[in-house]
């Protein structure tokens, strides 16, 4: 399983991707980020490429192994940490 420390620093970058863009609530953080919580208000019920887990299973378990795609995702979530923490 991946583990999220659910920063919510992906949730506040939504513009950056196509596949997120339809989320954004017009400031490039996504409609259901909630600020005082730091948490997604639809959690259980959130769409397929917002979880890790599932969008794997659906999309890139015959592309690349689980190790090299949480590789990338922890990458990916290291760069958006680095991003936020320097703006």
Same mark, same amino acid.
């Given at each position: 399983?991946?583990?999220?420390?659910?920063?919510g620093?992906?949730?506040?970058?939504?513009?950056?991707?196509?596949?997120?863009?339809?989320?954004?609530?017009?400031?490039g953080?996504?409609?259901?980020? #909630?600020?005082?919580t730091?948490?997604?208000?639809?959690?259980?019920?959130?769409?397929?490429?917002?979880?890790?887990?599932?969008?794997? #299973?659906?999309?890139?378990?015959n592309?690349?192994?689980?190790?090299?795609?949480?590789?990338?995702?922890?990458?990916?979530?290291?760069?958006?940490k #680095?991003?936020?923490?320097?703006?």
């Open positions: 399983m991946f583990n999220c420390d659910m920063c620093c992906c949730c506040r970058s939504v513009s950056t991707n196509d596949i997120y863009k339809h989320l954004d609530r017009g400031d953080t996504c409609k259901y980020f #909630e600020n005082e730091n948490k997604c208000s639809i959690y259980e019920n959130r769409p397929i490429f917002c979880c890790i887990d599932k969008c794997y #299973e659906k999309y890139f378990k592309v690349m192994s689980i190790k090299q795609y949480y590789n990338l995702n922890y990458e990916a979530c290291k760069k958006l #680095e991003y936020f923490n320097n703006k």
